[in-house]
């Protein structure tokens, strides 16, 4: 059974810095997606990689898949009120099977 | 923008009794997929569906659900008799096809059984 780890899962920081969440895992997946969800409603795409040592970057958002392809971890820069939410990390194994982290819950304050 | 859309929003139930949830995912994808989440948990892999058939499907997906297209629009979960512990978000989303990994997801249908 394929697991995702995902660290910290509560995260509370000032509008302005920097933070990185991580998720992991002992399995390979052939590729990783990003979500941000709000309470109430359907996770939200970010991004989607797929190489080992990819790095994409989406506006302040810097996320990276492992060598290995069996983590990643995603890097907000100057962080914003409105980056508050749940960040859902899922790993595509080789099926058709998305297995998602339980979710790293970032709260910024003004 | 294309967007998958579910109904009903909210639906309660007594225990025991069948509910179908609906989904309408986005035109010309291929892939269709069921999730659950729990209130405070995890979102949970149930099944994915493509040509018209299940292609994959959880420990969780039991006898008590099934899936269907019934046309080209719609795509519906079924939970026969439900129970107490079925009470959860149920999310569903879908996939352009192979080679194209972005799964969209719906705004979710609560489903509370008392």
């Known amino acids: 059974t394929q697991l995702l780890e995902q660290s910290p899962q509560f995260l509370s920081i000032q509008e302005g810095e920097n933070l990185t969440v991580y998720c992991n895992s002992s399995?390979?997946?052939?590729?990783l997606q990003w979500y941000r969800q709000e309470p109430g409603e359907g996770p939200v795409l970010l991004v989607t990689?797929?190489?080992?040592?990819e790095v994409k970057k989406l506006k302040r958002l810097t996320f990276q898949f492992g060598d290995a392809r069996k983590d990643s971890s995603l890097h907000i820069t100057a962080a914003q009120p409105g980056d508050t939410g749940l960040y859902l990390c899922?790993?595509?194994?080789?099926?058709?099977?998305?297995?998602f982290g339980p979710g790293t819950r970032l709260s910024v304050l003004p | 923008e294309p967007e998958v859309t579910q109904t009903p929003s909210h639906q309660v139930t007594q225990m025991g009794q069948e509910v179908i949830l609906r989904c309408v995912p986005i035109?010309?994808?291929?892939?269709f997929y069921w999730y659950r989440q729990i209130l405070g948990q995890k979102v949970e892999f149930l099944v994915s569906?493509?040509?018209?058939?299940?292609?994959?499907k959880s420990e969780i997906f039991d006898d008590q659900f099934s899936v269907e297209r019934p046309d080209g629009s719609n795509f519906t979960l079924k939970i026969r008799s439900t129970k107490l512990e079925d009470s959860a978000m149920y999310f569903c989303?879908?996939?352009?096809?192979?080679?194209?990994?972005?799964?969209?997801f719906g705004p979710g249908t609560r489903l509370t059984v008392t």
């Open positions: 989303a879908s996939r352009a096809g192979k080679g194209r990994l972005e799964q969209y």
């Open positions: 399995s390979v997946f052939s590729s």
């Open positions: 990689v797929v190489t080992g040592g």
């Open positions: 899922a790993g595509a194994g080789y099926g058709q099977n998305f297995v």
């Open positions: 035109s010309n994808h291929l892939y």
């Open positions: 569906f493509y040509n018209n058939e299940i292609s994959e």
